[in-house]
């Protein structure tokens, strides 16, 4: 429309404001939770027989790993001003930095199942190309890709708090909003799910971004009642006495330990020690590359194991983890330094 493209063209004459300064609490933050992310994907299905530690530690990460995820989203969608330029824009840029990789690295697990299937196990596998395509981006409870819901569901977070802000929405209404989407049971289609069980933590984002001059201050100065409150939100879960929270069913865990884990998490990266720390600034500046490509390394790792006669055995796990650990952090970084660094187009998308 006229007025939409007056208010684009005056965008972009305004001199370009001054950069605000590199937040290394955010930075710290992405690097430390990928690492999570990363974790958690070392085994797709079932352990081995006799492994005992590795489900309750991801049962416990997958409490909080991906609402601290969307509560990073919410607050950096604040902070660049996303909530305040025009839809058109917003919705344009953000089609093309996260729905084009959601389809595309989609497409390339999907394909790469396929074709691992003549060769190795495959976790999780793909019930044929149609049936695969079906899953990938309708029935998504049986993904076979399901490590790439989280760029369809900050988009459409994103698309729902832009346009609630225009409506006069803000941070306190998306929060209300987010407790609300917690009720109802909504089916898996199209990630729907998982956008109504994780609006909140991008909600909950908003809010300490819209606040953060009063918020940040008492995250650092109770650090150690924050540790202790999220911690015991932790092992409550763990106990499985926060399953039967009514209508809210297994997502009772979640919004607790979801919402306790910001300001212990959040707090503690702008305290010393992890303050100091450099190696996670470099996690969180390849987070995106790691994200996208971490599920194909960690596979290719153990195939390459199993064909190598290192079984999926009890005995070989820790070996397992290790390797995938690596390979799910290190080979998304080389991609990205080696290859995806000459497209400038591909280069974009993944920073």
């Not at 199942?113 to 190309?129: C, S």
Request: aromatic share 10%; with cysteine; net charge positive.
């Amino acid at each position: 429309m006229p007025d939409q493209a007056i208010a684009e063209a005056g965008l972009a004459l305004q001199p370009p404001r001054p950069s605000r300064p590199r937040r290394l609490d955010l930075d710290r933050a992405r690097g430390i939770a990928i690492l999570l992310v990363v974790f958690g994907h070392v085994v797709a299905q079932t352990v081995p027989p006799g492994v005992e530690w590795y489900e309750p530690v991801r049962y416990a990460i997958y409490r909080f790993h991906m609402p601290f995820f969307l509560y990073l989203s919410g607050t950096v969608v604040v902070l660049s001003g996303v909530l305040g330029k025009p839809a058109r824009l917003v919705g344009r840029q953000r089609a093309e930095r996260l729905l084009l990789p959601f389809f595309a690295i989609g497409l390339v697990i999907l394909s790469a199942k396929l074709l691992a299937l003549h060769f190795a196990h495959v976790d999780n596998p793909p019930e044929g190309l149609l049936g695969g395509l079906r899953d990938l981006f309708w029935t998504t409870s049986h993904s076979p890709a399901t490590s790439v819901w989280y760029l369809l569901v900050l988009f459409l977070c994103t698309m729902m708090g832009l346009g609630l802000a225009r409506l006069g929405l803000r941070g306190t209404g998306l929060v209300a909003l987010g407790l609300l989407l917690q009720l109802p049971e909504v089916p898996a289609i199209a990630y729907l799910d998982r956008f109504a069980s994780h609006f909140l933590y991008f909600a909950a984002g908003v809010w300490v971004a819209e606040r953060e001059g009063r918020l940040l201050p008492v995250f650092e100065r109770w650090q150690g009642l924050w540790w202790l409150i999220f911690a015991a939100a932790l092992a409550l879960a763990e106990a499985d006495w926060l399953g039967d929270w009514g209508i809210l069913g297994m997502r009772g865990a979640m919004v607790l330990c979801g919402l306790l884990c910001i300001p212990a998490l959040h707090g503690a990266m702008r305290l010393p020690p992890v303050s100091r720390w450099e190696w996670p600034l470099v996690l969180g500046r390849y987070s995106m590359a790691i994200y996208l490509f971490n599920t194909l390394a960690i596979g290719a790792a153990k195939a390459a194991l199993i064909l190598a006669g290192i079984g999926w055995t009890a005995g070989w796990f820790p070996l397992h983890v290790t390797v995938a650990m690596v390979a799910g952090v290190a080979l998304p970084m080389l991609v990205k330094r080696l290859v995806l660094r000459r497209i400038a187009v591909v280069d974009r998308l993944t920073d």
